[in-house]
């Protein structure tokens, strides 16, 4: 370790923040892009708060009630969208013109809809992906990043996850994301799932979908399955997710060039930034968040010992919510 560079903080086990409570959205609506899709977002909060935008993970997945409570109602005007093909989004599971470049120009079209000038940013495991390439795209739209579970979408990450890596943790779960591939395919997971994933009949999709769900499920969380999203038992999420998140994968997230990101990173210099990370997070491992720090030296870095990737996990929640609160204070 370089002499002089600070040291991350590490979350205590005692007197953890909780979520806030539950708050219904003071607006809601679908959002057209000017192409097939229209997106469906949602405000919370006060309406005349700070504003921040929520972005889910996946790619693929959707907002839920519990991502509205790492923000005070009182204080914060929240906006959260589903992105394209996911969610109330619709046409659900289209790939098509679905990118991170698309999406980028999405969270854009809310703000300028919303009337909002700049505003802090959120997001968790593809969350933060999105959040950093949005950012690095319209830094000047941004008043601070909140970032859990760093993902830089490269291929080593892809690797660890869905081919050499996670599997030596979780032979199990792994045998089970393995078992509708045949052996001859499972040199390149990510690519024979997206075959199956990209099939015109829908039973060859829903079984891949299921077994491509449950992957993730199995091994987000340090507390075992029972913490798995209980929408990923349901098949028309699965597809979606399934789809979406294999379709971003097999095209490298549609950046340009790998690790665009970190290669990009001085364009974060000068916007306040908070990272939490946890130790054990097996989805997107702590290598991530160590890597963007190092290129981000600005932001504030804290791994929680006792975590895996869940944003629902008692250390993650309480290191966002001290974030959030630390965001709305500057």
């Not at 601070?144 to 890596?165: A, H, K, N, P, S």
């Not at 990173?265 to 130790?279: E, F, N, S, T, Y």
Request: charged fraction near 25%.
């Amino acid at each position: 370790m370089e002499r002089n560079m600070p040291l991350p903080a590490v979350s205590a086990t005692n007197n953890r923040r909780g979520l806030f409570p539950d708050n219904d959205p003071f607006s809601s609506g679908w959002l057209s892009t000017g192409g097939p899709h229209e997106i469906y977002y949602e405000e919370c909060g006060r309406p005349d708060g700070k504003p921040c935008v929520i972005l889910h993970g996946g790619p693929g997945g959707a907002v839920n009630p519990t991502m509205r409570r790492f923000f005070d109602p009182k204080k914060w005007r929240m906006a959260l969208f589903d992105q394209r093909g996911c969610g109330r989004s619709r046409p659900n599971a289209s790939l098509d013109d679905n990118t991170t470049w698309s999406l980028i120009e999405d969270i854009e079209r809310l703000r300028e809809h919303l009337g909002i000038e700049k505003w802090t940013v959120f997001g968790g495991s593809w969350g933060s992906t999105l959040a950093l390439a949005y950012a690095i795209t319209h830094p000047e739209r941004v008043e601070g990043l909140v970032l859990r579970g760093i993902f830089l979408l490269t291929e080593r990450e892809l690797r660890w996850f869905y081919q050499d890596g996670a599997s030596f943790l979780f032979p199990d779960a792994w045998e089970r994301f393995c078992a509708p591939i045949p052996a001859a395919e499972r040199g390149d997971m990510i690519a024979a799932y997206h075959k199956r994933l990209t099939h015109p009949d829908r039973a060859v999709q829903a079984e891949a979908a299921a077994a491509w769900s449950q992957w993730e499920g199995d091994t987000i969380s340090i507390r075992g399955p029972e913490a798995r999203p209980s929408k990923f038992n349901e098949i028309d999420f699965a597809i979606a997710f399934a789809r979406i998140e294999c379709h971003f994968f097999a095209n490298g997230g549609f950046f340009p060039e790998e690790g665009w990101l970190l290669k990009n990173a001085d364009k974060l210099k000068d916007i306040p930034g908070w990272i939490v990370q946890g130790r054990f997070d097996v989805v997107t491992p702590l290598e991530s968040a160590w890597k963007l720090q190092k290129a981000w030296p600005a932001a504030r870095f804290e791994i929680v010992w006792d975590a895996g990737h869940a944003s629902t996990e008692p250390g993650i929640i309480d290191a966002l919510v001290r974030a959030t609160e630390q965001a709305f204070g500057r």
